[in-house]
């Protein structure tokens, strides 16, 4: 088991920037990848951005890339999402997941946080 806890999310004005963190616990070894998706208003849940925890390897959606950066932290087993030049569009919750490889689909990550709200006011 794999637990998550995603803290960081809040309000801020469009151009603003804010950190999400996401804390795991349990048995971490026996997942390599952890993402971060975003769900707003009546839309479906999609793929932001994702790291591994060894390397460090990156990847992001061509909506945040440039503009969003996944970082890690092994020794606390936390991963961060450092959202700059916020838009209103980007006003969502927000989840952490873990999952045995990158990837783009929800159903690669077995695990999930409860999700933080993000709010970008224009």
């Known amino acids: 088991q794999v637990q998550l806890v995603e803290s960081g999310g809040g309000v801020v004005q469009a151009g603003g920037s804010l950190r999400l963190s996401c804390a795991a616990s349990?048995?971490?070894?026996?997942?390599?990848?952890m993402g971060w998706f975003r769900q707003a208003p009546g839309k479906e849940r999609e793929f932001v951005g994702a790291?591994?925890?060894?390397?460090?390897?990156?990847y992001y959606a061509d909506s945040v890339k440039g503009r969003f950066t996944i970082s890690r932290d092994n020794a606390k087993n936390t991963v961060y999402l450092q959202m700059n030049n916020l838009k209103p569009e980007d006003t969502a919750v927000y989840y952490c997941?873990?999952?045995?490889?990158?990837?783009?689909?929800?159903?690669?990550?077995?695990?999930w946080g409860q999700g933080t709200q993000v709010t970008v006011s224009s």
């Open positions: 997941a873990a999952g045995r490889g990158v990837a783009v689909k929800l159903t690669s990550y077995d695990y």
């Open positions: 790291i591994r925890w060894s390397g460090g390897s990156t």
């Open positions: 349990g048995r971490t070894f026996t997942r390599d990848a």
